[in-house]
């Protein structure tokens, strides 16, 4: 009889229940977070940036308005209107991550996370703080909005501005697999658009240079997941789009398929091109900038032979595989362990 009481009593205390406490994060799964959060910080990053662009520059900010809207557009200009460039900034953050203390703020305080680390343009976030503070169901995401919040703190943000942009940034990021999703589509979108022969290319319809140049658009936009690159891809990318609207006017012109009417404003919009404007000109000027701007004297070259159609298509080409190795790159942010 006691034996059997014994043995009801261990598969009692074995068997979990439906109050049992959720096990705590490790502190690997705090870290690992953390490290693959730089993709996700550079994704709202230029969602910011164009949102800046297309809304914000050339315009006053109210300073003391203190609903939603003017607080966001407020704390985006922070980013933007400086001579540091953030995303230099955020190429070099590292995060110091205490595994057994909290962070300490400006005062000495213990505190989850702050800009106050041991290095310049570095964050420390407590792992030791975090565990038992996150869920397992989106820890992910409230450290991407910590992450956030003190980046936009580096850039003088207050407190209402860098909390509000962690609220929007989990309420845009809600879920990792969809970024993860779009890095896949851009991948096998630039894979199939480098298998595409170049007589192919030169034998299409101004249809399909308009569908080409949809797609490296789209792809520029965030659309099918490029927009989380690193410097030199984004360099690339803007002047391979510039190449690419050339050669698309190039073949609309050329296209007999199209009226005659259709045909000349395609000639005349290919002619003004090459009025002594360079890459940034024409970017500045379709308001497709990013914060990064091609060096000067990047031209694109007329296209009156085959041979000079397949030099630049090669030529758009390379700088797309550039691309195409900054995505299938998983960027992450340096962790020093404390």
């Not at 209402?160 to 969809?178: G, P, Q």
């Not at 589509?185 to 299409?204: C, D, I």
């Not at 005349?268 to 002594?276: I, M, N, S, V």
């Not at 030529?315 to 020093?336: C, G, Q, S, T, Y």
Request: net charge positive; aromatic share 8%.
């Amino acid at each position: 009889m006691k034996k059997t009481i014994l043995i009801s009593l261990f598969n009692l205390v074995m068997t979990p229940t439906a109050h049992a406490l959720p096990s705590p994060l490790s502190h690997d799964e705090i870290v690992g977070a953390i490290a693959e959060s730089k993709l996700y910080v550079r994704l709202n990053l230029n969602f910011k940036h164009e949102y800046y662009m297309n809304n914000i520059k050339g315009t006053k900010l109210d300073e003391t308005s203190g609903y939603d809207m003017a607080i966001y557009r407020r704390g985006t200009g922070k980013f933007f209107r400086t001579s540091t460039n953030v995303y230099d900034v955020l190429e070099r953050m590292k995060i110091e991550v205490p595994r057994l203390d909290a962070c300490r703020d400006q005062e000495g305080n213990a505190v989850d996370a702050t800009i106050h680390a041991g290095t310049p343009d570095s964050i420390c976030i407590s792992s030791f703080r975090l565990q038992r503070k996150l869920k397992k169901a989106n820890y992910k995401e409230q450290i991407l909005g910590i992450v956030f919040e003190q980046l936009s703190r580096l850039f003088g943000a207050n407190d209402a501005e860098a909390t509000l942009f962690r609220k929007r940034f989990l309420s845009t990021n809600s879920a990792v697999a969809d970024v993860k999703n779009q890095r896949a589509s851009a991948v096998g979108f630039l894979h199939r658009w480098l298998a595409v022969p170049t007589e192919q290319v030169r034998g299409g319809s101004c249809q399909d240079g308009n569908r080409m140049l949809r797609y490296v658009v789209e792809l520029g936009h965030g659309r099918i997941g490029f927009e989380p690159l690193r410097r030199k891809a984004n360099l690339h990318y803007v002047d391979a789009k510039a190449k690419l609207q050339a050669m698309t006017h190039y073949l609309c012109a050329n296209d007999l398929r199209l009226s005659s009417s259709e045909r000349l404003m395609h000639r005349k919009a290919y002619d003004a091109l090459f009025e002594g404007q360079s890459v940034i000109a024409i970017s500045k000027r379709h308001r497709d900038i990013t914060a990064f701007a091609p060096a000067s004297g990047w031209t694109i070259r007329r296209i009156d032979s085959p041979e000079i159609f397949r030099s630049e298509y090669e030529e758009i080409n390379r700088l797309l595989r550039v691309v195409l190795e900054d995505i299938e790159a998983l960027p992450k942010f340096e962790v020093k362990l404390i």
